[in-house]
């Protein structure tokens, strides 16, 4: 099972950019799905993007043509490029790995390894 851990969230302004990495520990990291996940306040957490390990991508309908999700197999990360950032994209980002996966396994329930999330917050 890999540990994972996130960073890059900052307040950033409505129409901006950010990159979001996700580092995992484990050998056997490039046979892992991943995944974004975020979180509001009051809010559940929800699906926001997921590659599989042969880099197949899919995403929510609320980022589709803004985030870009990648992975790097030599280096154990995972990065969320987020482009044209509204104030509806504030949220706790967490990265989210699982064994095994397909691109419909976007439940958070389907996942077993979690980061400690990182803050975006978007100011309009």
């Known amino acids: 099972q890999v540990q994972v851990v996130e960073s890059g969230g900052r307040l950033v302004q409505a129409g901006g950019s950010l990159r979001l990495s996700c580092v995992a520990s484990g050998r056997t990291f490039s046979n892992y799905t991943m995944a974004w996940f975020r979180q509001a306040p009051g809010k559940e957490r929800e699906f926001v993007a997921i590659?599989?390990?042969?880099?197949?991508?899919y995403y929510a309908d609320a980022v589709k043509g803004r985030f870009t999700i990648s992975r790097d197999n030599a280096e154990n990360t995972v990065a969320l490029q987020m482009n044209s950032l509204k104030p509806e994209d504030t949220a706790l980002y967490y990265c989210?790995?699982?064994?095994?996966?397909?691109?419909?396994?976007?439940?958070?329930?389907?996942?077993?390894?979690w980061g400690q999330g990182t803050q975006v917050t978007v100011s309009s």
């Open positions: 590659i599989t390990k042969t880099g197949n991508t």
């Open positions: 989210a790995a699982r064994p095994t996966g397909s691109l419909d396994t976007i439940m958070p329930n389907q996942y077993n390894s």
